[in-house]
């Protein structure tokens, strides 16, 4: 019956830890991308919103579509600065 030396049981637990940073990195830019179409969504939205005659639909159309926006470049913004910092961690 053989040990392992710890030498080897740091190097396998650091192959995890990269793996598991791989995947976190791909999943905060995923989120990213996924936010940038909501942001997209919301333009598209302002821009029928221009489009309605009645004032009242412009209002209520303009404003959720503005939220959207908002939501949407809030979530970009985070999700991008998490990626980021994940991407500037040395290894």
Do not use: W
């Amino acid at each position: 019956m053989t040990q392992s030396l710890p030498e080897e049981e740091n190097e396998a637990m650091m192959g995890g830890y990269q793996r598991r940073e791989s995947v976190f990195r791909i999943l905060y830019c995923v989120l990213f991308l996924c936010s940038l179409g909501v942001v997209a969504f919301g333009i598209v939205m302002l821009k029928i919103a221009y489009d309605l005659q009645h004032p009242v639909e412009f209002l209520a159309v303009f404003f959720s579509a503005s939220l959207v926006i908002l939501i949407g470049a809030a979530l970009a913004l985070g999700f991008g600065l998490r990626a980021a910092q994940r991407f500037s961690k040395k290894n």
